[in-house]
């Protein structure tokens, strides 16, 4: 596939051309993935498995469909007969003008009456075929929502397969089309049949004329599809660049620096002139595009003059009757006709089965790295979770994020984690929650190899707050009892929740309560500070935690970064408070007034453990833990300790 050229834009921007590095581009027979010959063996396959979709959304919609068309079919074979009769009673009838009119009749009647049947079939056809379309979309949708939602983060964290899951979105609506496609082929392949037989009878010499008449268009339709797959494949990435910087302009996050520093207009410059060379490639391939078209179209008229010269050839050697040749005419033309719209409709199976095609294989992706259903039951009781000589690698980097971290979570107790950015917290609480597997060492829930556990059980005896938590779109009642959607809750039930996290005033403020819708995107809908947010995210872990009684784990990972100090003190009881018999703490903060009261503290640090013990015990060892202590306590210390600003310590990059 050849680098396609971008703007400069591009290069300053992302620095360098963004490239589609998906799988199969990288394969050495990406070209050939791509050749006609190739796409044209491989339909069939596609074209069954949408076909057996449509078999299950909706099987007597889909026979309806193909008895109709099949009914069509015969109907324009029939009237092909019908027309030859005519022309028969017409041009080689005897008698005088009336008795010809009235020989020309029964075929009249006949050819209109198949006309009438031929219209009743289509659209019965059509009824049914729109019944099955979105049926299918909906299967396919189906099919990649929860394929999607099946796999491990570890999927989700990889950036081959976030593509594919980008791409393979398009091949619902594709298999909707494919649908259409598909009848309209199935329509072309009989009526052409049943013409080619009706030609064949007529003279054998017409039917190969018919096919030359309509090859060269296939011909053209057919690159034309593939020049503009292999155009569409390796510009998703320039495009996708262009939509994301369009995105960043018009977005609320972003909205108070692209208007304070001047990043609207500077963004919108490099938009233009991405968007420029992307509109330079649309251009290209419409050149191509009419250039392959009027080559096909040129080849193809050619022939119809050839088959026309035959023909009056033929009638002046007395070998084809002129009443044959009249029907011939119509049939050839009929005939190409329906030829150039199954190459039409075989060119849009082609094009839509390969983006079916990448749906497969996100499917087959995505099964294979899905989360295994099944396993041994987590025990009911546990003493503790443990950690054993974890090591743990993000696809695309160099270093473990983990590396032989060993620690113990006894039931009852507050652990705190704490450690510089990117020491590996967050990592250590995706792997002690089961989102993703140790590469080295053991997780034990119980005594028990999390690898052999059923992991949905594991999922559900986890409780966690992420920095990151999810602000659903929703009202602040569900965005709560979303914290464990499978148990029913009315606004009472989850007034303890509310309560607990202090969420109370924030609730109190909003104009419907607990119903109050929290999404900007919708008319009528509030939208909370962080600080408030955090508040509803806390009421949503307390809601999970509450309506377990298992032994499990309460995973907190940054609680309290946009809550005011007293929130804060406040937020840091109540998880303490959290701690029970039955659960085991673990909370991740940079504060560390937070975690002093922690039963231990492991401290991180580029993914090693480096020492671990009650906050006492690590003041006491004058390590890392108490240099980070002793950091935060000094910002806390007298004003004449702070330095003085006449004096900087980072040097200033204006400076001479
Ligand atoms: N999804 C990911 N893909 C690749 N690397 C990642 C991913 N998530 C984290 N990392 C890397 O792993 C290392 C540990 O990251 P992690 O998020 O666990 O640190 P952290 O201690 O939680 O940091 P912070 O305090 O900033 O939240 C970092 O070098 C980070 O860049």
Redesign the pocket.
């Known amino acids: 596939m050849a680098e396609p050229r971008v703007s400069d834009a591009e290069r300053e921007l992302f620095g360098g051309p963004l490239r589609y590095d998906m799988g199969w581009s990288q394969h050495e027979h990406a070209t050939l993935d791509l050749t006609m010959m190739s796409a044209l063996r491989s339909m069939p396959a596609l074209v069954g498995a949408t076909l057996r979709m449509a078999w299950t959304a909706d099987r007597r919609a889909l026979v309806a469909v193909a008895v109709s068309e099949v009914g069509q079919g015969i109907a324009a074979a029939v009237g092909l007969l019908a027309v030859n009769a005519v022309m028969h009673a017409l041009l080689g009838g005897t008698g005088s003008a009336v008795e010809r009119l009235h020989a020309l009749l029964p075929g009249l009647i006949a050819a209109g009456a198949v006309a009438v049947v031929n219209s009743a079939l289509a659209a019965w056809s059509t009824s049914r075929a729109g019944r099955l379309e979105p049926v299918v979309e909906r299967i396919a949708t189906t099919q990649y929502l929860a394929a999607a939602t099946s796999v491990e983060l570890e999927a989700i ?1 990889d950036p081959d397969f976030r593509r594919l899951v980008d791409i393979a979105q398009y091949g619902p609506a594709s298999a909707r089309r494919m649908i259409g496609a598909c009848v309209a082929a199935l329509n072309g392949v009989i009526s052409l049949l049943t013409t080619a037989g009706v030609l064949t009878v007529l003279h054998p010499a017409l039917l190969p004329m018919l096919i030359l008449i309509a090859a060269p268009r296939g011909w053209g339709a057919m690159r034309v599809a593939q020049e503009r797959y292999v155009s569409v494949m390796s510009w998703i990435e320039h495009v996708r660049a262009g939509r994301l910087i369009g995105n960043l302009l018009t977005e609320r996050s972003a909205a108070q620096e692209v208007r304070v520093h001047a990043v609207g207009a500077f963004l919108l410059g490099r938009y233009r002139r991405m968007a420029e060379s992307a509109e330079a490639e649309q251009e290209r391939l419409a050149s191509s595009k009419a250039l392959t078209e009027w080559v096909a179209a040129a080849l193809s008229g050619l022939a119809m003059t050839a088959t026309y010269g035959t023909m009056f050839w033929l009638i002046t050697g007395g070998h084809m009757s002129l009443a044959v040749a009249g029907t011939a005419v119509i049939a050839v033309r009929t005939g190409s006709a329906s030829l150039g719209a199954l190459v039409m409709n075989v060119n849009q199976l082609h094009e839509e089965s390969l983006y079916v095609r990448d749906h497969g294989r996100f499917l087959e992706q995505a099964a294979r790295r899905a989360i295994p259903e099944g396993g041994a039951p987590v025990p009911d009781t546990i003493e503790e979770i443990v950690l054993d000589r974890v090591t743990y690698r ?1 696809p ?2 160099d270093t473990p ?1 983990l590396d032989r971290v060993t620690l113990t979570l006894p039931m009852g107790t507050v652990t705190a984690v704490v ?1 510089e ?7 250590l609480m995706k792997i002690l929650s089961g989102l993703l597997l140790p590469q080295d060492g053991t997780l034990r829930w119980g005594g028990e190899d999390i690898r052999g556990l059923d992991r949905s059980q594991v999922f559900d005896r986890v409780c966690l707050l992420t ?1 990151d938590f999810q602000r659903w779109p929703v009202t602040a009642a569900m965005n709560i009892r979303l914290g464990r959607p499978g148990h029913d809750a009315s606004p009472q039930d989850l007034r303890s929740s509310v309560d607990y996290a202090g969420a109370g005033p924030v609730i109190a403020k909003l104009p419907d309560g607990l119903r109050s819708l929290l999404a900007r995107v919708f008319r009528g809908a509030i939208e909370l500070s962080g600080g408030e947010w955090q508040k509803v995210g806390l009421a949503r872990t307390h809601w999970r935690s509450s309506t377990s009684r298992a032994d499990g784990v309460l995973i907190v990972d940054e609680p309290t970064s946009a809550l005011d100090p007293e929130a804060e003190i406040e937020a840091f009881d109540r998880i303490r408070r959290l701690a029970a018999p039955n659960r085991a703490v673990v909370l991740v903060t ?1 504060r560390m007034s937070g975690v002093r009261h922690a039963d231990r503290i492991y401290v ?1 640090d580029h993914g090693h453990l480096a020492e671990h013990g009650t906050h006492d015990e690590l003041m006491a060892a004058e390590g890392r833990y108490a240099a980070m202590f002793a950091a935060q306590a000094a910002q806390y210390a007298p004003a004449g300790s702070i330095p003085n600003p006449a004096s900087p310590t980072v040097a200033d990059p204006s400076g001479p």
Request: charged share 25%.
């Open positions: 964290d993000y695309d980097r994020a450690g950015n990117g020491s590996g917290k967050s990592t920095q940079h991180l």
